[in-house]
């Protein structure tokens, strides 16, 4: 049976503005994970809830979030952690990566999320 994913109407309209309005970072990292590429199919900027997920493997459960500064500030961090607390209650892992890791180490965050996807050597935290 499809897993459907629940969300608010609202976050259609914001999930296609921000596929628009991707990083260079999202950008990049999105050229690797569309198709299948790594043999795992990803949705981008996808909602789930109240919230838009940078990128969804719905099959393993895993999201990947490309992190910019703002989720450094204080009021990130605490964003983030009621976002992860969130995405775990539906049975979803989260791995986060942030944009200048993406942009300096295209290749190793790529085999680390196919790690991560494969249970070889899990980013997740408990």
């Known amino acids: ?44 900027q996808t909602p789930i809830g109240d919230y838009v997920v940078d990128f969804v493997c719905l099959k393993e459960k895993l999201v990947v979030e490309a992190d910019g500064s703002q989720h450094y500030t204080d009021q990130g961090m605490e964003g983030d952690k009621r976002r992860e607390e969130f995405l775990r209650s539906k049975g979803f892992r989260v791995v986060r990566f942030s944009n200048i890791d993406i942009l300096r180490n ?21």
């Open 1 to 44: 049976m499809k897993q459907r994913l629940r969300y608010r109407h609202s976050s259609i309209a914001r999930a296609r503005s921000l596929r628009r309005g991707m990083t260079d970072a999202e950008r990049k990292l999105w050229s690797r994970l569309r198709g299948a590429q790594t043999g795992f199919y990803f949705r981008r």
């Open 106 to 126: 295209e290749d190793g965050v790529v085999e680390k999320i196919v790690q991560e996807l494969r249970g070889v050597n899990p980013l997740s935290s408990p």
